[in-house]
């Protein structure tokens, strides 16, 4: 009798059928999101978080892509930065325990993507134009965003490593840090415009005070 649950898929297939799956989510969110109400901010930050935790899983077989660093500098301009460092433990911690592997550097990804939701807050207002998101803008913040989350992860290794191997360390991961930045271009590019007008829907924070918040808290 045929098994379909034995089928080998190669890293190519993979690749397809994780992203046809994330698209299913993301057009299954866009649909439900509609029926809430539009002061429903937490729950609007729950569905992100669960969003972000599916992607990362999805994407876990591909080295260092997966869409958590953008939706978090998303949360970061629409919800402000204290929202937007919640977003990053909960996607962090939840993900590292159910799949990829949960240890000390799971505090240093909850810093690093932290760190990516308060950029997000304290740029908000360059990061659009005329209330649009300059997906360019979202873009080049996010390439960047791939290679200093990684550096911030790799401080990791000082808890057990003597300060004299952090920049081999980082220079051997060069390629994976690429790998994370190219994929933060290709996320911005399909999702940042719809996830962010979803956003827009629930922001409970204006542009303005999007900085000041940082600051308050």
Do not use: C
């Amino acid at each position: 009798m045929f098994d379909a649950h034995n089928i080998a898929l190669s890293t190519a297939e993979t690749l397809l059928l994780n992203a046809a799956i994330l698209g299913i989510i993301i057009f299954a969110l866009l649909k439900a999101e509609r029926k809430l109400d539009e002061s429903s901010s937490w729950i609007m930050l729950g569905v992100l978080a669960i969003f972000a935790i599916a992607g990362r899983i999805l994407f876990e077989p591909l080295p260092n892509i997966q869409p958590v660093t953008v939706i978090v500098l998303l949360t970061g301009i629409y919800f402000g930065a204290p929202r937007a460092f919640a977003l990053a433990g909960i996607v962090a911690l939840l993900s590292n325990l159910l799949v990829v592997g949960h240890g000390p550097w799971t505090l240093f990804q909850v810093i690093g993507w932290g760190g990516v939701g308060i950029t997000g807050a304290l740029l908000s207002d360059w990061l659009q134009s005329d209330q649009k998101l300059n997906v360019n803008r979202i873009a080049l913040v996010a390439f960047i965003a791939g290679f200093a989350f990684n550096w911030i992860v790799s401080l990791s290794i000082l808890i057990q490593a003597d300060i004299s191997v952090l920049l081999p360390y980082i220079f051997n991961g060069l390629l994976y840090d690429f790998y994370h930045a190219a994929g933060n271009l290709a996320f911005a590019a399909w999702m940042a415009v719809p996830l962010g007008d979803l956003m827009h829907r629930h922001r409970i924070i204006p542009n303005e005070n999007a900085v000041s918040e940082v600051v308050t808290n």
